[in-house]
């Protein structure tokens, strides 16, 4: 198939915008007589609340209204509290709130509040919490063997037992990775106002998810639907971390009291260590093997901390377990586990980067004990065709192979070089994959076509990550115009079709698919509207390379233009809807290659190269693939090398700016090589499928097994520290 | 929390006057000074702002050697032509000094006055053996660079005295310098191990005449190494005197642990980067070629 838009590499359509610095975010924007809200957060990290005294803030000056957990007597869609009511269980959890004139004032009031705190023991790591005995971090737990679990996730296939008794080698290791903020630059923001003559609610914020945000807040406030607007503002920055409500029930309740607009804005800190981090896990992994390196059975134990409130972790974490490989025999018991730790939230490919990091560590402990090429092993395990994948799906296609053959084409495995001779430095090449499964969700899109021969697309996703150009670029494909001649509005909830919310890399998936499918309703309403003057039935009708013809009769054809405008006459205006919720799970797999230099001496590790292949199905813009790729990549080795959250003994957070969580920086990165596979189409648009999120995947174990290849040092414990390579290769511990 | 009143002296003597008063802080490019403050670690009544102080900024040649106002930005030693010749390693370190846009806020002597254990300025300043200027309500006097330092944030200054210049000698013939830091990343990042060197080798270029080694964040200040330089001076250099120099220069590493490193590793590195420094020192040491 040629194509005309779909595959040109197009720059970001809001990315002169953004250069410019025109964007206007959370944080710029004002409402007239607007106030400002601030929180009052936990000093404990496990505390019941005694007693909460707003009274002395109340009467301070600005002050217009002051609200506690009381205010919220249900907690969101995933179970936290906007307000801590009873009990805190994490540092950080707000407790009250303040809405003044100033933000200095909301601030000083928010300060003034008094809450008396009954101190108890508290609970940090998903072991401890796990024992019998354990402080519990919610009191109706039912299991009194093990209060703290959140929820697990089981999956079960062929027999265990005997084929660990087959097995000609058994390897067992756990695996270790940490507390993580996501990254984002924006912290969270919003701006609340309620109409007093309507009654109507509209929230601007910084979300990926608007019309859930109108649910959750329709049931946090107790207002019908009906009555909110949620405005999705441009998100600077999320990574799964802007999925929840966060302060928006906060602005919006302290509106409704106050009577005037209130925008909360948190700060750097509270961002850290207040809102949804990615959760630490404890990987334990057991897996049998033949000599000649076939898997044959995993037996796994995961632990996902999911901090002071549930999280859905346990079972996705279930389901990516046998990584991109066929295991006929698999036992594995994933849990979310509760902790005195901020709800963990999302964080790109949820638990798949944790997992990964375990399996694809353990793969390569593996294929150097059987003394295997790592690519080797990994090309006679990966899944096939029909292979049972993904806690139970099909695999609907062979490409696992192809994608981590390609990434070690690529960077050049076979004639890979170590030098751990002489000299400080040492190079090494470390290969892993992952895998990751796409779920459109419900998508929708209604495509306008303009009597000058433009088109309009409306869709309710946010744009994060430059999607809102794929689809500009996918009407066009689909009317054969300029992707110029398209212009793409992220409307708000009450101005477009209802969408799930820009994660799981559904966005180009499921809602280009519904972008695609609203263009080809629209082009057969042109030719209904036009097939009673054209003379010939609307299925001999063709809309392409903008124009409106008839089949097999050259020389009658009109402009797309011509066509809207007269087709309006007879009908109305021409507005296509697309909207889906059939799309099957999209499997896309990732794999890379990183070139590492690691330095005996210090046991500073650097990223020399990072070879990255993947299989998207289509790119429809390759240049934002290739964005999305590297960006994933650079999070993954900031993931790999410097990110953890560091608590002191009390539960504080240490670390809680950019200053101290390092996040890599310009001239951290390597090369990155991005090889896209155009393979495994998926029913998307055009075939494309989900690629934000896999290639995150990977790139952590790819760096330690690096490592281990430079220097033969196996680091088990993310982030790969410096100190713990010059311990283990001075022998000591 | 009350606003600081914020004056501007326009002279030396004016910051001084200003500088006496009770919770005054003197403020130049203010990167450390804001951030603080936004923490609450420090609550000024009274903020004096240097930067309107003519005559303490720039870089000259004197006859005691190269002068660098106390205002200088950090910036301006990158590209500076003075220094270039003369201080090429001050440069250096310059360049990677925090971020451009630090750069071109913070001065030289914020940077010493803040006297955080790992100021990056501070270590060439150490083996050029540097010494400050400082200007108080009882006129002029000068300070060893290595007896500027006396805690984390604490300084030999005095209330009311600010620090106007640094002097410092020109590096004498046959000497090379270098410096090296680590951090967990190459840019934006406080080093947990800093290590400069000078050596001055003898004219055959055999000997180490005399030796300066100066560590930065391995104790609350930066300091000199006496007892590695000790080993070196007067020695015919050799792999296992580096080596030595470097074991004794972590007799003087007092190191904490704490988010960026522990104490052993920050120790170590000492040892690591001492030895490492000291070879690019030696190497770039210019020889007399014989005829």
New interface residues.
Partial sequence: MRFTAVGKRVPRLDGPEKVAGRTQFGADIALPGMLWGATLRSTHAHARIVRVRTDKATKMPGVLAVITGQAFPTSDGEGVPVLARDKVRFQGEAVAAVAAETEEQARAAASAIEVDYAPLPYVADVREAMKRGATRVHDESEDPKHPNIAGVAEVKRGDVEAAFAAADLVFEDTFETPWVHQGFLEPHVSLAAMDPASGRLTVWTSTQAQFNQRADLANLLHLPMSHIRVIGLPVGGAFGGKNAVCVEPIAAELARRAGRPVKVVVSRRDDFFATRPCGASVMELKTGVKKDGTLVALQARLLFDTGGYPGAQHGVGASLAQGPYRVLNMDVKSYSVYTNRPPAGARRALTSPHVHFALESQLDIIAHALGIDPLQIRLRNALRKGDTALGGMEMPYTVAGKVIRTAAEKAGWQRRRRSSGRGAKARGFGLAAGHWSVWAGASSAWVQVNEDGTISVVTGAINLTGTNTSFAQIAAESFGILVERVTVHQGDTDTSPRNDGSWGSRVLFGVGEAVRRACEDAKRQLAEGLSEEMGVPADRILVSEGQVSVRGKAGRSLTLAEAASRAADYRGAIIGRGALSDLPFAVAVAAQVAEVEVDR??G?VEVKRLTCSQDVGRAINPMSVEGQVEGAASQGIGYGL?EEY?YGTDGTL??DNF??F?M?????HPQYQVALIEEGLDGGPFGAKGVGEPPLVPTAAAIANAVYDAVGVRVKQLPIK??SI?RALSGGR | MAEPQMLQPSTVREAVRALAARGAVAMAGATDLIPAMRKGEIRPRILVNLKGIAGIRGVKRTRRGIWIGALTRVADLLDDPVIAQNLPLLAEVAAEFASPQIRNLATIGGNLCNAAPSADLALPLLVFDATAEVRGRSGKREIATSDFFRGVNRTALRRGEILTGLLVPRPRVRTGAAHLK?G???????AFVGIAAAVQVSSDGKKCRRARVALGSVAPTPRRAAKAEAVLEGQVVTSQLIDEAAEAAVSAARPVSD?R??AD?RR??TR??TGRALREAFRRAPQERPR
């Fill in positions: 001496e210090t500073q410097c560091i240490l670390n200053m101290d390092r890599p920086t310009s001239v951290d410096p100190e010059v | 680590l967990v990343r190459k840019a934006m990042d406080l988010l490193a522990s590793y170590e590195m690591v980067l």
